[in-house]
């Protein structure tokens, strides 16, 4: 099984750039999709983004589509989320997640695998 563990949050300006990392242990991450998500207080759970283990194929919530970008080091077993032209909505706390599989599934689906998560915040 895997285990996750998110780091890289912190407190931004709306415009900044701000990257997460999920360092993935228990197994190599070549072989497992991997997602982030992010929930604000009161907020239901949005998923951000989701990277397959194998075709390298991507997904993005349109709310982060153009500014956000998921890639992994393979040699570090990390997945990074790069955040760019931050908002103040995009403020939460991002997890990231495993579905147990190669692929991504719905974001609605059952995750297997989850960090604790890292706070960001985006204020002026």
């Known amino acids: 099984q895997l285990q996750l563990e998110e780091s890289g949050g912190g407190l931004v300006q709306p415009g900044d750039s701000l990257r997460l990392s999920c360092e993935v242990s228990g197994n190599s991450l070549d072989y497992y999709a991997i997602a982030w998500f992010r929930q604000a207080p009161g907020k239901k759970r949005e998923g951000v983004s989701c990277r397959d283990a194998l075709n390298g194929r991507t997904i993005y919530a349109d709310s982060v589509k153009g500014r956000f970008t998921i890639s992994r080091d393979s040699n570090k077993n990390i997945m990074y989320l790069q955040m760019t032209s931050l908002k103040p909505e995009d403020a939460a706390v991002y997890f990231c997640?495993?579905?147990?599989?190669?692929?991504?599934?719905?974001?609605?689906?059952?995750?297997?695998?989850w960090g604790q998560g890292t706070q960001v915040n985006v204020s002026s």
């Open positions: 997640a495993a579905p147990g599989s190669h692929y991504c599934v719905p974001f609605s689906y059952r995750f297997e695998y």
